[in-house]
């Protein structure tokens, strides 16, 4: 029976409990390579976790005899490294310090976290730290700071002849949080010099120099380079290797992977689909990462693709909501995080957060020099800003040019929280207001319905009577289709599509409504046109005109019959004059 491991981490429980495992230890060796002290970065939920306890499991001294059975048949089983099996493992999960407590509750916690760590630590090699344990254990349970009780359990392994590999997983996760609830003066206490974090770090250095070094490794993950590049000579020896093109694949599953594991699965269950309908569905909604420009291979967010995979095993069908709850709630905590400052209307310059975010939701792209490092005080740069969102997985890289990275949204899954965070951007920044329930409704009789003409009017045009003559400086085509996108995707029955390539001679539709449940009765194309407020009306009957030579052409495209999948077509044509609509085929 096929089991899939969604929701763990234990790279043992895995192994033990016969779990579908994709092999990653050939990176092992890599890394080794690569050097001692390593950081590797990666968006939320994609992953890192796993990674990081194979390591430890590969790594522990006291798995020795267990090698042979938990690395079976992988490649580092076959190939096994001279560092196998040669360390006492010392692992620090930050993920759960608590943040929302003030900064004296947020080192209490970090305290606790450091101290329980520690004596996990002491209590899996206490046959081996033998000399002055009793004395150690007492200091690390009355130590009142985390830099004395790393000290104290560093100096318990060089006591006794021993050497750490120390792994910390999720180093920043406890930073973010504070950025995106918006406790900024926190933040930079933490990082301060003085900060308990900075001392912790510092602690961690002074036994990585100490002769051949107690600390004879450290592996690090984490979000955003942003932390330890606040920390500055706190832990500055370590190599940030998350660009790297050895370790593009590292986290993630690429396409070959995900291949073989649906083909599993299908065979396992029984379900009717080919494998290509569903590949084409996790390709649109999972995938698309690249972390260097030089690698081909785009990867999958392998923590959705289990949930997907896992939801198909159990019920014998796609899942109808394609993102768990706790992808959600990591989505939205991300869409907070990107308003560092909380005033991104005083940040509408050409070159401020808010216009930079505007660009992607419409261009779906932009250019930068992605920067490895970058302070929070930093952030508002617009560079910085750009690489804050590639690290935190919403854009991805697509090419170089000019020696500029071209980054990307990277699937549709991120694209719905751009498109979540413009509507709430009208909201805040433009005195647009709605009732969603009402939107809701409007989508709702657009699937079942055909109501298209209530669409425009209940929700588009209620829209528009909130902006101003102001707003219509740069407002364009591509504006209208933002508005379109943004309100459309409050129902996951539709998967929005614009710009999409119909066919040599067919050109790029502005927008394609793709039918994403199973009893919707209405597939949509439509042509969103735009002419100044000024404009003549035989203007408007010329742009309507193309419109109309566009949708013709489009309904003869095998590509949007192939969308559809048997579905109604309906069509739709709007030019709009200034705000309104001058003229329409509905």
Known sequence: MLRLPYGVASFEGIRSEGCYYIDRTRYIPILEGLGKYLLLLRPRRFGKSMFLNTLAAYY???????????????????????????????????????????????????????????????????????????????MVLEGTDSSSIIENILYLARANNQRVYLLIDEYDNFANELLSSGDEPTYKRLAQGTGFFKTFFKQIKAYTQQG???????????????????????????????????????????????????????????????????????????????????????????????????????????????????????????????????????????????SILKQVIRDSEVSCRLCRSFRIDEVPERDNFISLLY??????????????????????????????????????????????????????ALAYEGGLAEFEQTVIREVFKYLSHRDLQGFNERTIQCIWLSFLATLPVYRPVSEEDLGVGVGYSDLILVPEAEDVRYGYVIELKYVKKGAMQAEVDRVYEEAQQQIERYLASDKLKAFMRGKSIKTGIFVYKGLKVAKSNI
Do not use: C
């Not at 190939?79 to 759960?96: C, Q, V, W």
């Not at 699965?265 to 260097?292: D, M």
């Open 391 to 444: 690290y935190l997985g919403l854009l991805t890289i697509r090419g170089y040019v000019r020696n500029k990275h071209v980054l990307e949204i990277p699937n549709l899954g991120i694209r719905y929280l751009y498109w979540e965070y413009f509507r709430e951007a009208l909201r805040d920044f433009e005195g647009v207001r709605w009732d969603i329930f009402r939107i809701q409704g409007a989508v709702d």
């Open 60 to 138: 522990d001294l006291n798995k020795k005899q267990e090698f042979a059975k938990l690395f079976a048949g992988l490649h580092i089983g076959r190939h096994p490294t001279t560092e196998a099996n040669k360390y006492l493992i010392l692992k620090f999960d930050f993920s759960g310090v608590s943040s929302d407590v003030g900064y004296g509750g947020l080192r209490e916690s970090f305290i606790n976290h450091v101290r329980i760590a520690a004596l996990e630590y002491m209590d899996n090699y206490k046959d081996i730290l033998t000399k002055l344990y009793k004395l150690i254990r007492d």
């Open 212 to 354: 051949i070094g107690i600390v004879a490794g450290v592996f690090i993950t984490g979000v955003t380079p942003m932390l330890l590049d606040d920390l500055g000579s706190g832990f500055n020896n370590a190599k940030n290797i998350s660009d790297y093109q050895k370790v593009n694949e590292i986290i993630g599953f690429t396409e070959e992977e995900v291949k073989s594991l649906g083909q599993k699965v299908i065979t396992e269950t029984g379900f009717s689909r080919p494998l290509e309908e569903i590949l084409e569905k996790l390709r649109i909604h999972y995938n698309g990462y690249r972390f260097n420009r030089f690698s081909v291979a785009k990867v999958y967010n392998s923590t959705m693709v289990i949930y997907f995979f896992d939801r198909l095993l159990a019920e014998g069908r796609v899942p109808d909501e394609l993102y768990d709850e706790n992808v959600k709630t990591d989505y939205s905590k991300i869409k907070l995080l990107i308003t560092v400052d909380r005033h991104l209307k005083r940040q509408e310059a050409p070159n401020g957060s808010y």
